[in-house]
C-alpha cells in the first residue's frame, strides 16, 4: 500500500499533471480575484471559460496558429464578461443570478455553435500547444520536468500570478480596485469612476478566463468537447475562497485542487479500493471547512456582490 | 377567495399586468434571439418554432412528456421561490436534488412488503427531509454566523454529488449492471404510478401541484410563511416587531432544500427508479430560471415550470427530427433569465420613469373598499 | 447689538478684528438659494469667510447649514446666487472641481477604507493621471511631514478599522490637506469623539488658523463653538439671522438666535392628569459604542401614564439610541430599563413587542413597514400572533381582512382595498397605517420618534390628534423628536438629550425658548438655574 502510494506521489507523471491541471485554474482564479476585489463576483466563470475554450479551437482551426487561436479564446471570454458587467454594473442586476444564466446560456451556445460549423463528423483537431522545455531550468532534478516542461501557456501563467500580486499590491490601480471593493462610495467621494473600474476588472477577468478556457482546447485535448470545462469554473470560485484573495495562494491552491484531480484520475485508473470521488470532494470539504473558519479573519472585499447605486 | 388568490399569486393590482407582461417579453425577447441563431446555423425559425409547439404541445403523448418533464422543475422551482420570499438566494438546488434522491432511494430499497400507500409516502417524505437537511445547512450557516449561502450551497453541490457518485459506483451498485453504475430497481410499492397511461404522465405531477398548493398556503396562510415573507420583506421591521429572523431562514432553506429534495425524488421514482449520478441536468440551475420567471409564487412557478418543461420537449424532438444543433433548449433558458433581469432593474426602471412622467395613482377619494 | 443682518466689522474697531481682516475675503457666498420640493432649504443666505479664521456654523436640524456646505462643496447648485473665490466668481460643479480650488470636506460619516492603512487611505485617488507605482516611501514622507505640520498625531500604518474615531477624524483632515485644501469644512465634527479627542482636535484647527488655513466649524454645541471660533453665523429656517464675533456672542443670545421661531401649528390639548402609576422607568442606562463615545450616557426618566413627556435635542444625539434601548434592540451595558413595571433591560425585541406598547418608529420605511407587503399584513404585524388572527399556527384571513378594513375606515387611511401595497400610498397615508396598527389596541405605553417627519401639515395634525387621545385615554407617552416646535406643542414635560444625556427636565407650560436652546446646545440644567 505504501509503495503504491509513494509510487503515486513522487511519480515525475503525477506532479507533471498536477501543474498542468492546476494552471487552467491558477488562471482562471486571478481573472476572478481582480474582479472580487473590485467587488463583482462571476458566477458565469464556467461560462467564460467554455467560451474561451471554443473560441480558442475555432481560432485555432480557421487561424491555423494556437497563438491566435488563445488571442480568440480571450476575445470570446471577454465579450462574455462585458454582457455580465453591463447587467450588474449598469443595470445593477442580481449578480449571482446574471452569472447563473451567462453559465446555462453559454453552455447551450457554445454547444450549438460548434455543432453548427462542424456538424457531428468528426472533431477536427486543431493546431494546438506542445510543451516546451525551459532549457537549463527544466534540467533541475525533480521540480525541472514538472515545471518547467510544460505548455507555453503554462509559463504564461506563471508570469500572470506575479504579475496581478505586484498590480494589486504595488500599483496605484491596484489601490483603486481594492479601495471600490472595500467601500465603494468612499472610492466614489475621492473621484474614483466606481463603474469604470469595476467593468475593466470584469473584463479583464473575462480575458483571463477565457485564456483558461484554452488550456483544454489548445493545451489539453486538441479540439472542443461540449462542457469540456467540466465544472471548474465553480472551482475557481472554491480557489479564491481558499487563498484568501491573494493571486500567490491562489497559485498554490490550484495545485492542491489540480493535485486532487490527478489522484482521482490515479485512484480511478489503478482501482485502489479507495473512491476517487473521496478525492475529487476533498477540495470543496476543505474550501467549506476553510471558508467557516475564515470568516473573521475573512479578506473578503466588504463590498462583494452589492450593486453600488450613485443616487 | 380565488380572488384572493389572484391577488396574491401576481402581486398588488398595479402591478398585476406589469408582472405578466415581463416573463412574456423575455420569452419573445429570447426567442428571437434563438431565432437568429437558428436561421444563422441554416434553418427557418419560425418552421422550427412550430414544430416545437406542435411536439410539446399537440399529441397525448407530447404533452405528457412535457408535463413529465414539468415536474421536477416545478418542485425545484418552488424550492428557490419560497427562500426567494425570505430573501435568500436558493442555488444549492443540485446537490439537494441528489441527497433527497438518495434518502428517497434508501427508503425504497430498504423497506420491503409494504403497500404502496404507505411506501410510497415515506420514500417521497424521505427525499423532502434529505433535500430539507442539505438545504438548511447553509441557512443555518447564513442565520448564526452571517455566512454567505451563495459559497455555501455551492460546495454542498459538488459534496452532495460525489457522496451519490460514490455511492452508486461503489457500495449501492446493483451487481447486475454492466456498463451502467446505478442501483437497483426500487420495488414497485416505491414508485410513483401512472395516471394517465397514454401519455405515461406519472402521479409526480400531482405531488408537484399539491406541494405549489401547500407552499402557497404555507406563505399566505400561516404565521411561519407571514414570518418569512416579513423577512424577505424587511428584515430590519421584522426584527422591531418581534420576528426571530434566523429562525425564519433557517426554516426556509429548510423546507426550500426539501422541495428540491422532492424534485429528485420525483426523478428517481417517477421515470428512472433507480438512482444514479447523472440523473439531473442541471435543474438545480434550471429551477432559478423557472422561480424567477414565475415571478416566485407558487402559481407563476407552475406555470413556468411547464413552460420550460414543454420547451424541453420541444427541443429534443426538433433535435432528434430536423436536426437543429443541440444546445438550443439551454441557450434560450439561459437568455430567458438574463431577459429577465435585465428587464426588472431598477436602474433601468428609473430610466423609463424619467422618460415617462410618472403617474401617480390618486387615492384622494375617500376609503370606499372595493374588495 | 447684531440684528438680523450680516455685521461686518469696520476698520473703525481695530481692536475688535479678527485675524486677516482687512484683507479680502477668501470665500464669499451672496445671496445663496435653494429650494427642494417642499421647503426653502436656503433663503438668500450671505455667509463670507476669511483666511486664517474659524468660522462657526450655527443652527439647528433643518436650518440650511448641511445645503449650504454642499453646495460649498460642489454637491449640490444654488438655484440662485453667486459664489467669489479669492475675489473672483467660480461655479462648482463638482466636488473634484472644488478639491481643486482648495476646498477641502470632512463628512460626519467618515469616507474611509477601514481595511485600509491610514497612508493607504490618504493618497487613494489622490495622484490619478501620475504614474503607475504606488511610491508608497516617498508619499509616506510627504504625509508624514504634513501630519506633524499640523500636529495631527497619525500612525500612517494602522489600520483605519483599527483606529479611535478621534484619530479616523483627523485622518479625514489629513486626506483633504494633502489635497491642497485651503479652506476646510468640517460638518458637526465632534458629535462621535470624547472630550480629550476634541481638544485634541481643537489644538490641530488652531494650527490650521496659525497657518493661514479657514475653517468652516459647522456645529450646534455653543459650548464648543465658543471655545474654538472666531466668528459664528447663525442660520435658521434658511436665513442668515446674525454673523458676529465670537467673543462678543453670549450663549443665550445665540441659543435665541437659533430656535426663536414663530410657533406654525396650533394644537388643543386640555390639561395632562397623570395618575402617578409609572409606565417607562429608566434608571442611569448607559449604551457603550464601540471606538468613541457612549451613545446613552447614565439616562434616568420617569413617565407616567396619562402625561406627555417629550425628548428635544438635535439629532444624533443619542436619540436612536434611546428607541433602540427600549424596543430591545440593543442592550445597555449598565443601568435598568422598566415597562409598565416589568424589567425590561435584557428583553428581547419579541417579548417587548408583545407588550401592550405602542411603538411608532423614527424611520416609516426600514422599521415601522414592510413596504412590498399589503396594508391588510402591515396592520397585523403587531397581533398576529394572538387569537383572533390565527390560531394554531394558522392565519384567519376573514378575520384579519375584516379588522384591516376596520382599521382603514376607523383611521381614514385614503386607499382602494386593504390589499394594496404600502409602498404605494402616500407618506402620510403610510403614517396611518402605522398608527392605527399601534394605537388600536389602547397601548398603556407609547413611544413615539420624529413621526411626523416628511409629513404635510394635514397628516401631521392628524398624528398629533391621535397621540393626544392616547394620552387622554389614560396611556403614557414618550415623544422623541428634533423638531422643537412639535414637543413644545404636544409634552406636558420636555426632557432635553445632548450628548447621549439628559441636561435638564422641564414642565412644557413654563418652557423657555432660549432656556431650552441652551440645554439642547450643551448646558445642563442646573448649570442655567445657578446662573
Known amino acids: 500500500m505504501w509503495i503504491i502510494l509513494s509510487q503515486l506521489f513522487f511519480s515525475i507523471d503525477f506532479l507533471s499533471a498536477s501543474v498542468r491541471f492546476a494552471m487552467p485554474l491558477a488562471s482562471a482564479s486571478v481573472g ?86 462542424f456538424g457531428i463528423e468528426e472533431r477536427p483537431i486543431v493546431a494546438h500547444f506542445e510543451p516546451v522545455a525551459i532549457p537549463l531550468l527544466s534540467r533541475i532534478p525533480v521540480v525541472g520536468p514538472v515545471f518547467f516542461n510544460q505548455i507555453p501557456l503554462v509559463y504564461l501563467t506563471y508570469g500572470l500570478v506575479i504579475v496581478a500580486a505586484i498590480f494589486i499590491m504595488r500599483t496605484r490601480w491596484g489601490l483603486e480596485v481594492q479601495a471600490v471593493g472595500e467601500h465603494p462610495r468612499a472610492a466614489d467621494s475621492v473621484g474614483i469612476s466606481v463603474s469604470r473600474v469595476r467593468y475593466l476588472t470584469v473584463i479583464v477577468c473575462g480575458l483571463l478566463a477565457g485564456m483558461a478556457g484554452t488550456f483544454f482546447s489548445l493545451g489539453q485535448l486538441h479540439t472542443f468537447i461540449e462542457g469540456m470545462t467540466g465544472g471548474r469554473g465553480f472551482i475557481v470560485l472554491a480557489v479564491v475562497i481558499v487563498a484568501n484573495w491573494s493571486p500567490t495562494r491562489a497559485a498554490l491552491a490550484a495545485l492542491m485542487f489540480g493535485a486532487a484531480e490527478a489522484v482521482g484520475l490515479r485512484i480511478q485508473a489503478l482501482n485502489v479500493g479507495v473512491p476517487y470521488q473521496l478525492a475529487l470532494a476533498f477540495p470543496y470539504l476543505l474550501t467549506l471547512t476553510v471558508y467557516i473558519g475564515l470568516a473573521g479573519r475573512s479578506r473578503m472585499p466588504r463590498a462583494l456582490g452589492l450593486a453600488y447605486i450613485k443616487d | 377567495m380565488f380572488r384572493d388568490l389572484l391577488h396574491q399569486a401576481f402581486a398588488p393590482r398595479s402591478r398585476q399586468l406589469q408582472s405578466l407582461i415581463l416573463p412574456l417579453a423575455a420569452v419573445l425577447a429570447a426567442l428571437v434571439v434563438g431565432g437568429v441563431m437558428i436561421s444563422l446555423a441554416g434553418f427557418k425559425p419560425l418552421q422550427i418554432y412550430a414544430w416545437m409547439l406542435d411536439a410539446a404541445a399537440g399529441t397525448p403523448q407530447g404533452l405528457g412528456v412535457s408535463v413529465t418533464n414539468a415536474i421536477p422543475l416545478i418542485l425545484a422551482g418552488l424550492g428557490v421561490a419560497l427562500p426567494f420570499r425570505c430573501g435568500l438566494l436558493n442555488i444549492g438546488g443540485e446537490g439537494q436534488i441528489y441527497i433527497g434522491a438518495l434518502f428517497a432511494t434508501l427508503v425504497g430499497l430498504s423497506l420491503h412488503g409494504l403497500p404502496i400507500y404507505v411506501h410510497l409516502p415515506l420514500a417521497l417524505l424521505a427525499g423532502f427531509i434529505g433535500g430539507g437537511i442539505w438545504g438548511a445547512i447553509p441557512g443555518y450557516l447564513r442565520a448564526s454566523r452571517g455566512l454567505n449561502e451563495i459559497i455555501v450551497t455551492i460546495m454542498l453541490n459538488y459534496i452532495g454529488f460525489w457522496i451519490i457518485s460514490f455511492l452508486v459506483h461503489g457500495p449501492m451498485k446493483d451487481p447486475e449492471s454492466y456498463g451502467y453504475s446505478w442501483t437497483m430497481k426500487v420495488p414497485v410499492s416505491a414508485q410513483l404510478p401512472f395516471i394517465i397511461r397514454v401519455a405515461r404522465l406519472n402521479l409526480g405531477i400531482v405531488v408537484a401541484l399539491l406541494a405549489a398548493g401547500v407552499t402557497h398556503y404555507l406563505l399566505w396562510h400561516t404565521v411561519p410563511g407571514f414570518e418569512m415573507r416579513a423577512v424577505g420583506a424587511g428584515s430590519q421591521t421584522a426584527r422591531f416587531a418581534g420576528i426571530r429572523v434566523g429562525r425564519s431562514t433557517v426554516l426556509s432553506m429548510f423546507i426550500g432544500g426539501g422541495l428540491a429534495g422532492l424534485a429528485g425524488t420525483s426523478v428517481i421514482l417517477g421515470v428512472q427508479y433507480r438512482l444514479s449520478d447523472f440523473f439531473s441536468p442541471g435543474y438545480g440551475f434550471t429551477a432559478i430560471a423557472v422561480a424567477l420567471v414565475g415571478q416566485t409564487s407558487p402559481l407563476g412557478v407552475v406555470f413556468a415550470g411547464l413552460f420550460f418543461g414543454g420547451l424541453q420537449n420541444g427541443v429534443n424532438s426538433a433535435q432528434r427530427s430536423l436536426g437543429i444543433p443541440m444546445g438550443v433548449a439551454l441557450s434560450l433558458q439561459g437568455l430567458i433569465l438574463l431577459f429577465m433581469i435585465a428587464g426588472q432593474s431598477l436602474t433601468l426602471i428609473r430610466w423609463l420613469r424619467k422618460k415617462r412622467t410618472a403617474r401617480r395613482v390618486d387615492y384622494s377619494q375617500p376609503a370606499v373598499l372595493l374588495d | 447689538m447684531p440684528g438680523s443682518r450680516l455685521w461686518y466689522l469696520s476698520e473703525a474697531h481695530p481692536d475688535r478684528l479678527p485675524k486677516g481682516a482687512g484683507m479680502d475675503a477668501l470665500l464669499r457666498m451672496h445671496g445663496i438659494t435653494k429650494v427642494y420640493p417642499g421647503v426653502v432649504a436656503n433663503n438668500g443666505v450671505e455667509f463670507e469667510v476669511i483666511e486664517g479664521e474659524i468660522h462657526a456654523l450655527l443652527g439647528e436640524n433643518g436650518a440650511g447649514k448641511t445645503t449650504l456646505v454642499n453646495i460649498l462643496y460642489g454637491l449640490s447648485a444654488p438655484d440662485e446666487g453667486t459664489i467669489l473665490w479669492k475675489g473672483a466668481p467660480v461655479r462648482i460643479h463638482s466636488s473634484k472641481q472644488a478639491m481643486q480650488l482648495g476646498i477641502g470636506m470632512v463628512h460626519q460619516h467618515f469616507m474611509l477604507i477601514p481595511r485600509f492603512t491610514a497612508l493607504q487611505n490618504v493618497i487613494l485617488g489622490a495622484h490619478s493621471g501620475r504614474g503607475l507605482w504606488l511610491n508608497l516611501g516617498q508619499a509616506s514622507r510627504r504625509v508624514r511631514t504634513l501630519s506633524d505640520q499640523y500636529g495631527l498625531d497619525i500612525d500612517l500604518e494602522a489600520e483605519v478599522q483599527d483606529m479611535a474615531l478621534g484619530m479616523r477624524q483627523r485622518l479625514e483632515i489629513l486626506k483633504a490637506l494633502y489635497r491642497g485644501a485651503h479652506l476646510l469644512i468640517l460638518d458637526e465634527p465632534t458629535s462621535v469623539l470624547t472630550p480629550s479627542e476634541v481638544e485634541a482636535l481643537f489644538e490641530v484647527l488652531r494650527r490650521l488658523a496659525a497657518q493661514n488655513h479657514a475653517t468652516i466649524f459647522i456645529s450646534h454645541k455653543l459650548e464648543e463653538v465658543l471655545a474654538i471660533s472666531d466668528r459664528v453665523t447663525v442660520l435658521r429656517d434658511g436665513h442668515n439671522v446674525a454673523t458676529m464675533p465670537t467673543r462678543d456672542a453670549t450663549q443665550p443670545q445665540l441659543a435665541q438666535m437659533m430656535v426663536g421661531r414663530p410657533v406654525v401649528l396650533e394644537v388643543e390639548k386640555s390639561p395632562a392628569k397623570p395618575t402617578g402609576r409609572m409606565v417607562i422607568e429608566m434608571d442611569d442606562v448607559s449604551v457603550k459604542r464601540e471606538h468613541g463615545r457612549d451613545q446613552l450616557d447614565g439616562i434616568s426618566l420617569q413617565v407616567e401614564a396619562g402625561e406627555i413627556v417629550g425628548i428635544a435635542g438635535i439629532d444624533g444625539n443619542g436619540q436612536r439610541a434611546l428607541l433602540e434601548v427600549l424596543c430591545g434592540l440593543s442592550r445597555p451595558s449598565r443601568g435598568r430599563v422598566r415597562l409598565l413595571g416589568v424589567d425590561v433591560t435584557h428583553a428581547s425585541p419579541r417579548q417587548i413587542a408583545s407588550m401592550n406598547v405602542g411603538r411608532i418608529p423614527e424611520d416609516r420605511a426600514t422599521m415601522g413597514l414592510l413596504l412590498p407587503l399589503s396594508i391588510k399584513e402591515n396592520l397585523m404585524l403587531q397581533s398576529y400572533t394572538q387569537e383572533p388572527m390565527s390560531r394554531w399556527g394558522i392565519l384567519r384571513g376573514r378575520v384579519i381582512r375584516d379588522f384591516a378594513r376596520r382599521l382603514v375606515a376607523e383611521f381614514d387611511v385614503r386607499t382602494p382595498g386593504v390589499e394594496v401595497a404600502v409602498e404605494n400610498l402616500s407618506g402620510g397615508n403610510q403614517q396611518k397605517v402605522i398608527l392605527a396598527r399601534e394605537l388600536h389596541h389602547d397601548p398603556e405605553v407609547l413611544i413615539v420618534a420624529n413621526a411626523t417627519r416628511g409629513l404635510d401639515v394635514g397628516a401631521t395634525e392628524y398624528t398629533y390628534k391621535r397621540v393626544l387621545e392616547g394620552r387622554d385615554r389614560g396611556a403614557g407617552v414618550l415623544l422623541i423628536s428634533s423638531d422643537l416646535e412639535e414637543v413644545l406643542c404636544l409634552s406636558d414635560r420636555i426632557a432635553i438629550m445632548h450628548a447621549g444625556r439628559i441636561m435638564g427636565i422641564v414642565p412644557a407650560a413654563s418652557a423657555d425658548r432660549t432656556q431650552l436652546g441652551l440645554m439642547m446646545t450643551g448646558t445642563a440644567l442646573s448649570t442655567l438655574q445657578d446662573g
Do not use: K
Open chain 1, 32 to 117: 476572478e480575484i481582480i474582479s472580487e476585489r473590485g467587488g463583482i463576483v462571476n458566477i458565469g466563470l464556467e461560462g467564460m471559460m467554455l467560451a474561451g475554450a471554443l473560441g480558442g479551437m475555432m481560432g485555432a482551426y480557421f487561424l491555423g496558429d494556437p497563438w491566435l487561436g488563445l488571442l480568440c479564446g480571450m476575445a470570446a471570454g471577454a465579450i462574455v464578461a462585458a454582457v455580465h458587467a453591463f447587467v450588474v454594473i449598469t443595470l445593477a442586476a442580481d449578480q449571482v443570478v446574471s452569472g447563473a444564466a451567462l453559465n446555462i446560456a453559454l453552455l447551450g451556445l457554445t454547444n450549438f455553435i460548434y455543432r453548427a460549423i
